[in-house]
């Protein structure tokens, strides 16, 4: 919230150190706006890649990882373009971000849920790395 507040309000300055026009200045006010939405999703989301990758499960995560670029954020940013025009391409990201942490939630309950059952409750998530 602190980022969001900071960026909201020093959205002008910070446009103006790297332009004067005043129509790029509005969509960086614009992308400062809602883009933050975005942001601790985009966190959640990275964080759960990485854990797929460190319990070897590395295509599970490029699965995720192709599902909300190219099966959500593309698709969405070019409907809500139509749709809400500059907006809908900034919107785009904190919708498609919102989807793809659901899903990543998702799957990674179901991934403990299996290791539990494969190993209990007290041993390792991740099965040792073969050499």
Do not use: D
């Amino acid at each position: 919230m602190f980022t969001l507040g900071i960026l909201w309000i020093f959205s002008e300055p910070i446009a103006k150190i790297f332009t004067e026009n005043v129509t790029t200045i509005e969509v960086i006010k614009l992308c400062f706006f809602i883009l933050p939405f975005g942001f601790a999703l985009q966190g959640i989301v990275m964080i759960s890649f990485t854990f797929l990758n460190v319990v070897n499960k590395p295509i599970q995560a490029a699965i995720l990882n192709a599902i909300f670029v190219f099966g959500l954020y593309i698709p969405l940013a070019i409907v809500l373009s139509h749709i809400i025009n500059l907006r809908g391409v900034f919107w785009a990201s904190p919708i498609a971000l919102f989807i793809v942490t659901v899903v990543v939630v998702i799957w990674l309950r179901k991934l403990l849920m299996e290791q539990e059952e494969k190993f209990g409750k007290t041993e390792a998530i991740a099965e040792p790395a073969k050499a």
